[in-house]
């Protein structure tokens, strides 16, 4: 019949879509280097190396965006943590406004495509290719060894300002990769407001071994005149972004968090922080375009309706997400956060905390809590697994197991994850992992010895050299214990988190 034939040549078109769309991430693989993401005395040369990139100038012509880039009206956040759920809050608002958006955040869980959205959604397949070839062929044919071809997350910002500037997208709203000042993002030279969210210690190998270091890298994103927000800091870092802006003549404001009777899209206590700093640079964006006057939002009567509908109906995959198993979804529920530093270890331990315990309070089945963990070996494990553990006890909340396992995908990792499935990486780092959480149990029973720890369950660890592995390994033990729940909290690295919803994604 029509009706076969044409679902045979839709099957076809799709197919076919789906190759070419390999190729373009397997041409993508091939602009990362291991090294690119480490060694920082190239920065500045790779950062000015984007505007060649861009330059509309006849000898140079290569991307011929430099016009286009000039004219996007840009909201601009850096931070070490809560930069991308203040990005996703504020595109949630500003689309509520009717402006058509444009969103770019990293890293991406499960496709590349995450990284940009249009209105909300990531780009389709199709556009994907179609901007993704035409950048790239642009580039290889104006490339030499002067001016080579631009990095892995270089190639991704351009690519972002292709498809955006093309889309004629109203806003974008621009997440920093790492740091600021030499980040890719920061060839924008007149964003509309700038944001710096929580400052913390990450990425120590790049951006400085203190705070203040860490800040100056940040404020990087300053520009003269331009408005910019931040959240509350620690006094070194404060210290640090009121220079910065003194120096620019920046107007820098300290925000605080919003009410916590509001409702937030993002779940956890921290959110409130990022959601107040997403209205500050909403509110500022709308007056700067003429969309809302100064007295648009009065504190004292609420939030507009669109700046709260805005708020409660954001989402950002991988952070506060929990997820059934698609296999055993009653005995086994996953709670997935991809908190990587000392300080969003805190805040992921108490929003599981309280997931945990408010479950408890409506579901009578016991439960057991497990931790899935793995961290990228550039982070410092003693800084990250005690301050989970601890504020989990603190909450009542005893892990009964842990279970440590490699990534499935790498850093250099971008196309499709059956290519890296039966991969094995070493599993050094896990056993490392390992002794590490013994110790600190080992610590607290010493500690609690003269108490009555009578009937307290022993803690158990494990290291499986596979994510599958461990979790078929959860699926066998929650058959074997079918009166009891598994609560499993997965946390350490997002890309850990992208690996569990890719392989639950499969199964289903």
């Known amino acids: ?80 943590k809560g930069k991308g759920s203040t990005c996703t809050f504020s595109e949630s ?14 890293p991406h869980l499960i496709d590349v495509r995450e990284r940009f959205r249009l209105n909300g959604i990531e780009i389709s397949q199709e556009k994907f290719v179609r901007y993704f070839w035409c950048c790239f062929h642009k580039l290889k044919e104006k490339t030499s060894n002067e001016i080579p071809m631009p990095t892995y997350f270089c190639f991704l910002a351009l690519l972002a300002f ?22 890719a993002t920061n060839v924008i030279q007149k964003p509309v407001v700038c944001g710096i969210s929580s400052l913390g210690y990450d990425h120590m190998e790049i951006l400085g071994h203190t705070l203040a270091e860490i800040a100056a890298e940040k404020a990087g994103i300053f520009k003269s005149g331009v408005p910019a927000f931040t959240v509350p800091q620690p006094n070194e870092a404060m210290r640090v972004l009121n220079e910065k802006a003194s120096k620019l003549e920046v107007n820098l404001q300290v925000v605080e968090p919003l009410d916590s009777s509001q409702k937030l899209g993002l779940q956890g206590e921290h959110q409130y922080l990022n959601a107040g700093l997403a209205v500050a640079l909403c509110s500022t964006f709308l007056q700067e375009i003429g969309i809302q006057d100064k007295n648009g939002l009065n504190q004292t009567n609420g939030l507009p309706e669109k700046f709260i509908s805005g708020l409660s109906n954001a989402y950002l995959m991988g952070r506060a997400m929990i997820v059934p198993d698609s296999e055993l979804p009653e005995e086994i529920v996953f709670y997935l956060d991809g908190a990587h530093s000392p300080e969003s270890m805190e805040a992921c331990a108490t929003w599981f905390s309280k997931q945990i315990r408010q479950n408890q309070e409506r579901n009578q089945r016991r439960s057991e809590q497990i931790l899935l963990f793995n961290c990228m070996s550039v982070r410092d494990p003693s800084l990250l697994l005690p301050r989970l553990r601890s504020k989990c006890i603190e909450q009542g909340v005893e892990f009964k197991k842990a279970v440590f396992v490699p990534n499935v995908s790498v850093y250099n990792q971008v196309g499709s994850w059956s290519k890296v499935d039966a991969r094995v990486d070493s599993i050094t780092w896990q056993f490392g992992l390992q002794r590490l959480w013994e110790s600190l149990a080992r610590g607290e029973a010493k500690s609690n010895s003269g108490s009555d720890s009578k009937g307290k369950e022993e803690e158990k660890s494990f290291v499986f050299s596979s994510l599958p592995m461990a979790v078929d390994w959860l699926r066998e033990s929650a058959r074997r214990s079918k009166q009891v729940r598994f609560q499993v909290l997965v946390t350490g690295s997002l890309h850990l988190v992208g690996d569990l919803l890719r392989l639950i994604r499969k199964k289903m």
């Open 162 to 183: 292709k498809i955006f500037t093309t889309e004629q997208v109203d806003v974008v709203i621009l997440e920093v990769g790492l740091g600021g000042r030499f980040d």
């Open 93 to 106: 608002i500003l689309r509520n406004y009717g402006l058509r958006t444009g969103l770019f955040t990293s």
């Open 1 to 80: 019949s029509f009706s076969v034939l044409f679902a045979g040549n839709k099957t076809e078109d799709e197919g076919e879509l789906s190759a070419r769309y390999q190729n373009a991430l397997d041409a993508l693989s091939s602009l990362i280097t291991e090294r690119s993401r480490f060694v920082n005395n190239n920065q500045s040369h790779r950062f000015r190396l984007l505007f060649h990139y861009l330059k509309t100038h006849e000898s140079l012509k290569v991307l011929e965006l430099e016009e286009a880039v000039s004219h996007m009206k840009v909201i601009h956040v850096a931070g070490t």
